[in-house]
């Protein structure tokens, strides 16, 4: 009987059409939730709308940042649709290092450089690193993000930031990766993301948390001064 059945041609070729047919309904639901839209429904220019004096703040001309959003700029190019890179210094001669980065379709290959990554990439070595939540009055709710300081051969910095994707923020690449997925799944939008970084230079490390209140002084006359969609690049929205 055994021998019989394997002679029918039919029985042979069943695992073979449960195999295309299971491939076919595969492909009708990918096209199903292939995302239709995108959460960022606005252009962004952040040399031109990111405000070069707000508040007691002035940009810092020709004043170049230690390191970059990452290690090769080919890379950068090829992540990020917009950058900014600034330094800001106030009237008590505080000077803050802003760096903006931009990517208006983010993939599951493709994601923010949080960094963590980036400055032990280009020779840093993290020295702290805690949570912190950012009461930022553009936004309703708190913004979460790190704390941190790094040292290098020549100096020692404090850094704060926060990443943005689609309508939230999120501490980790992991965070960020599964976020991309379920709002491509069940949203069917492709998310936007965004780096928000601003450091220091530490003369010591006693300074670090005066320094940690400063950025945060500074993301708020910073995301104070900027409106309407311009805003909507630095903090998350609802839809």
């Not at 995302?35 to 031109?48: I, K, M, V």
């Not at 903006?100 to 923010?112: F, G, H, P, S, T």
């Amino acid at each position: 009987m055994k021998d019989l059945i394997h002679k029918l041609p039919a029985v042979k070729m069943l695992p073979a059409i449960v195999l295309f047919v299971i491939s076919i309904c595969v492909l009708i639901i990918a096209h199903g939730m292939k995302p239709a839209w995108n959460y960022a429904t606005y252009s962004s220019d952040l040399e031109n709308n990111i405000p070069q004096e707000f508040k007691d703040w002035k940009l810092v001309p020709q004043l170049t940042q230690q390191v970059s959003l990452v290690s090769d700029n080919n890379m950068q190019n090829q992540i990020y649709d917009d950058v900014l890179m600034r330094t800001y210094v106030n009237k008590e001669g505080e000077k803050v290092m802003l760096a903006l980065a931009y990517a208006k379709e983010q993939r599951q290959d493709v994601k923010i450089h949080q960094p963590d990554i980036c400055y032990p990439a280009q020779g840093y070595q993290m020295l702290k690193s805690t949570l912190a939540s950012f009461a930022i009055s553009a936004n309703a709710s708190p913004i979460v993000g790190k704390n941190q300081v790094y040292t290098s051969s020549s100096h020692l910095e404090a850094v704060s930031y926060w990443v943005r994707v689609g309508d939230g923020t999120f501490l980790s690449g992991l965070q960020m990766r599964l976020k991309i997925i379920e709002d491509g799944l069940f949203k069917q939008r492709f998310d936007d993301g965004i780096l928000v970084r601003v450091s220091s230079i530490a003369q010591n490390d006693s300074e670090t948390e005066k320094l940690f209140k400063l950025h945060e002084r500074f993301l708020n006359d910073l995301t104070a001064s900027v409106t309407g969609n311009n805003r909507k690049l630095l903090v998350p929205h609802a839809i």
